[in-house]
């Protein structure tokens, strides 16, 4: 077979070998595995929203964002939970950051968000508002929902 590859046995071998941890996050009452890695659609469609500059994304690029960044099932199973668009720009503001920053403590990086905020969200002030961004290549740091006058 002199012109085949077998990619399921590469990535086999590679996931074997060294592959990252899934990041796991709880909600709804249970622990849940996200992907390893983040997936192609998500790099694509946060390249296409940081094309926009430096704003607020809308509700709608919250929930498409989160259906590309998310495990089908997962996404589904918060979905069918009554998840809003707000837990969801939370979800983003935590995970986000886990997958840039460095393969190390994702898990003491998700508690350090936590204890940072009070109510729903992780990194929220008393008054609501987010008090810390994410770094400027996260495109969930410019999350919050857009004023329309």
């Known amino acids: 077979m002199g012109r085949y590859y077998d990619f399921d046995a590469a990535w086999a071998e590679a996931t074997s070998k060294d592959a990252p941890e ?3 996050v709880k909600a709804f009452g249970r622990e849940w595995a996200l ?3 983040v997936p192609a659609a998500a790099i694509l469609i946060g390249a296409r929203l940081m094309e926009g500059g430096d704003r607020e994304l809308t509700d709608p690029e919250v929930i498409a964002f989160a259906q590309a960044l ?3 099932q ?3 199973a918060w979905i069918s939970a009554g998840i809003s668009v707000e837990q969801l720009r939370d979800v983003l503001a ?3 950051p886990l997958y840039m920053g460095p393969g190390g403590d ?3 990086e998700a508690e350090a968000a936590q204890q ?3 109510g729903s969200s992780p990194q929220s002030s008393p008054a609501g508002r987010r008090s810390k961004r994410t770094g400027s290549g996260s495109t969930a740091s410019r999350s919050r929902r857009r004023s329309t006058g």
């Open 35 to 37: 992907h390893a890695q």
């Open 22 to 24: 899934p990041v796991r």
């Open 106 to 108: 994702q898990e003491g």
């Open 116 to 118: 940072e905020g009070s």
């Open 94 to 96: 935590v995970i986000v």
């Open 74 to 76: 997962v996404y589904e």
């Open 70 to 72: 998310l495990p089908e």
